[in-house]
């Protein structure tokens, strides 16, 4: 069964601290590792990672693939009041399915 | 574009009715896909489709069915509603299932309670 893994579940922090989320992952037939931002509504995209070691960067956000360690992480530096909310890694395979993990709810208080 | 759009909204049902939930994208995407999502937890698939007159089970398909007559279109149906489908369903469709194609987008998702 394939399965994914978020931790922390949860994490408080103050504007201007920088965060790291994790993502650890056992599936069958990998295809790509996927974050998303959930605010409350759908999620949204964030990145797509496929290749070990290749940082993928978008404002202050980041993230990075281990394929041998099997895990992902999400950096976020200087954190805003609107990086409030749950973080979603997703798992890809080449069967076509998705598997998200439970999430990080991230809270930035001012 | 209108993207992905979810009918209805927000549903109440009692136990063992039936219904179905809409989704719709103008995108021309050829993979559609239904999650649920109960509170606390990430997203479940449902059932997926990678083109037009294909479709597949997901993580949690018990109790519903699926099909995809059209490339826009990928109605989800509840057979027999039961109080353990109470959650929120999200629809979601990307270009394809080529590894740079698979960004997902979702619809606004439905609200689904079962008394």
């Known amino acids: 069964e394939d399965k994914v893994v978020q931790s922390p579940l949860s994490l408080v922090v103050h504007e201007g601290d920088t965060v790291t989320l994790n993502c650890s992952y056992e599936?069958?037939?990998?295809?790509?590792l996927l974050w998303y931002k959930q605010e409350k509504k759908a999620p949204t995209f964030l990145f797509m990672l496929?290749?070990?070691?290749i940082e993928k960067k978008s404002g202050r956000l980041s993230s990075i693939l281990d394929k041998k360690e099997l895990f992902s992480i999400l950096n976020i530096t200087a954190t805003q009041t609107g990086d409030s909310a749950v973080y979603l890694c997703?798992?890809?395979?080449?069967?076509?399915?998705?598997?998200f993990g439970d999430g990080t709810t991230l809270t930035v208080k001012p | 574009n209108a993207g992905v759009t979810q009918t209805p909204k927000f549903q109440v049902l009692k136990t063992g009715q039936s219904m179905t939930l809409q989704c719709a994208q103008d995108?021309?995407?050829?993979?559609m896909s239904w999650y649920r999502q109960d509170p606390g937890m990430g997203l479940r698939l449902i059932h997926y489709?990678?083109?037009?007159?294909?479709?597949d089970q997901g993580e949690v398909p018990n109790g519903y069915n699926v099909s995809r007559s059209t490339t826009e279109d990928f109605p989800l149906r509840l057979l027999s509603a039961a109080p353990s489908q109470t959650s929120v369903y999200f629809c979601?469709?990307?270009?394809?299932?080529?590894?740079?194609?698979?960004?997902?987008?979702f619809g606004p998702g439905t609200r689904l309670t079962v008394l």
């Open positions: 599936v069958t037939n990998f295809r790509s």
């Open positions: 997703a798992v890809d395979t080449n069967a076509g399915k998705s598997t």
């Open positions: 496929t290749s070990s070691g």
């Open positions: 979601a469709s990307s270009l394809g299932w080529e590894p740079s194609y698979n960004e997902q987008f």
């Open positions: 489709s990678v083109g037009a007159g294909i479709t």
């Open positions: 995108m021309n995407h050829e993979y």
